[in-house]
């Protein structure tokens, strides 16, 4: 069965640093997202992603992030200079057209 | 208001008790409706949509109430393997299920031998 895949798996970095997490999404699907979750907390929505353009996104999604899908498969998160509280788990998800969504395992994302 | 609000547990049980789930969600605009397991640092799990006819699968029965803007889980029968999160989960401004997700906190089950 086709998944979702993330890498790496956890990230650790120094505040200040910048970082890519990266996502292939399942091959067929059209849609795809950056969710996060900080730890003891609900997962929270970052972005949408269709047609090589941010089709949504959230007030957590400021200037500080970005979204790029270099080629056709793979789907990356950019956070240019990491804060503290960027630290969480990061999902990505994507979302066959009029399907439900399906998250990768996610990337520990631990800013030190 | 909360977007998705979820009992908040946790919920521990005897194997092969019977589980109920409730949630509400507060945007009238939300088209589709899901539950979602959650496994302790784990990704989120698609369990089953909801629709507003009420569907099962095996022990797990959803309903959707869109006046009321509630839903329901209820797990029959539970098993060791049932011990997770379950998150609500409705779509959010764009509706439909292309739109971004918004989650529930979750409720934790623990099924005991």
């Known amino acids: 069965e086709p998944e979702v895949t993330q890498t790496p798996s956890h990230q650790v970095t120094q505040m200040g640093q910048e970082v890519i997490l990266r996502c292939v999404p399942i091959?067929?699907?059209?849609?795809f997202y950056w969710y996060r979750q900080i730890l003891g907390q609900k997962v929270e929505f970052l972005v949408s992603?269709?047609?090589?353009?941010?089709?949504?996104k959230s007030e957590i999604f400021d200037d500080q992030f970005s979204v790029e899908r270099p080629d056709g498969s793979n789907f990356t998160l950019k956070i240019r200079s990491t804060k503290l509280e960027d630290s969480a788990m990061y999902f990505c998800?994507?979302?066959?057209?009029?399907?439900?969504?399906?998250f990768g395992p996610g990337t520990r994302l631990t800013v030190t | 208001r909360k977007e998705v609000e979820q009992d908040p547990g946790p919920f521990n049980v005897p194997e092969g008790a019977t589980v109920a789930f409730n949630c509400t969600y507060s945007?009238?605009?939300?088209?589709?409706f899901f539950w979602y397991r959650q496994d302790c640092r784990k990704e989120p799990k698609l369990l089953m949509s909801?629709?507003?006819s009420g569907n099962e699968d095996g022990r797990f029965t959803a309903q959707l109430n869109r006046a009321s803007q509630y839903i329901s889980l209820l797990i029959r029968d539970s098993k060791l393997s049932d011990s997770a999160t379950y998150l609500c989960?409705?779509?959010?401004?764009?509706?439909?299920?292309?739109?971004?997700?918004?989650f529930g906190k979750g409720t934790k089950l623990s099924v005991k031998p």
């Open positions: 989960v409705v779509t959010g401004n764009y509706g439909g299920s292309q739109g971004n997700l918004i």
């Open positions: 909801v629709y507003s």
């Open positions: 091959s067929n699907h059209l849609y």
């Open positions: 992603f269709y047609n090589n353009e941010i089709s949504e």
């Open positions: 945007n009238s605009a939300s088209q589709s």
């Open positions: 998800a994507s979302n066959p057209r009029g399907h439900e969504q399906y």
